[in-house]
């Protein structure tokens, strides 16, 4: 590893977790990433994701995605053409957003690979509990910002870096697909380096704007 993989920083550092895998952290955005020989096979992490019980209709889902869909929904003209991105096997907030009277695409390279999706410009993006996923995120975020539009919103939901000494135990870093974890400095790093406008909205939830 001689780079950061979100703001492509040479200036990252290795540690290693109680669990005996190593991680890196960048001393630029402040990301903290797996090391890559940890990675699993793209066949377990599937099977990983179909055990997620994400149903369409399930209100407790449907309400937890609406902390997105809500605030980005202000920003946004009735009718907007939107994607999903990393929308999963259950498309719940795309379902939420239709039926608010937008036009969404979905994306995901396992349950709905629409290579097509990469042929047009949106004026908005989800990208809900899936950029903690991405092996390469520098990459995405550029792919994001190509399939953005003058203008357009991207809106983020990954819960962000807990404190170093927490991370160790920290839940979300368990989950054996996720491997890349993000703190509200890596977001500023990303929105400069897009010159994208950044407003944070939660601890877990972002908005950007393409200028």
């Known amino acids: 590893m001689n780079q950061c993989i979100v703001c492509e920083s040479k200036l990252i550092e290795s540690f290693q977790t109680s669990d005996n895998k190593k991680h890196w952290k960048c001393l630029r955005c402040f990301a903290k990433f797996l090391d890559k020989k940890h990675y699993i096979n793209l066949d377990i992490e599937k099977e990983r ?7 369409i209709e399930d209100d407790g889902y449907r309400n937890f995605l609406s902390r997105l869909s809500t605030p980005l929904k202000d920003k946004l ?38 290579e097509d999706v990469f042929l047009k410009q949106y004026d908005f993006i989800t ?10 995120p520098a990459k995405e975020f550029k792919i994001l910002h190509s399939l953005l539009k003058k203008n357009g919103w991207l809106g983020v939901m990954t819960n962000t870096l807990t404190t170093d000494d927490a991370f160790d135990s920290w839940y979300y870093r368990r989950d054996p697909t996720h491997v890349c974890f993000y703190s509200e400095e890596t977001f500023k790093v990303i929105a400069e380096q897009k010159n994208w406008l950044y407003e944070p909205i939660s601890k877990d939830i972002a908005l950007f704007q393409k200028k």
């Open 49 to 55: 994701y179909l055990e997620h019980e994400n149903i």
């Open 127 to 136: 990208c809900t509990e899936t950029a903690e996923h991405f092996f390469e």
């Open 77 to 114: 003209l009735q009718g907007s053409k939107g994607l999903d991105f990393g929308c999963g096997h259950g498309p719940a907030l795309a379902d939420i957003l239709i039926k608010d009277g937008f036009d969404v695409d979905l994306y995901d390279p396992f349950f709905f690979p629409d």
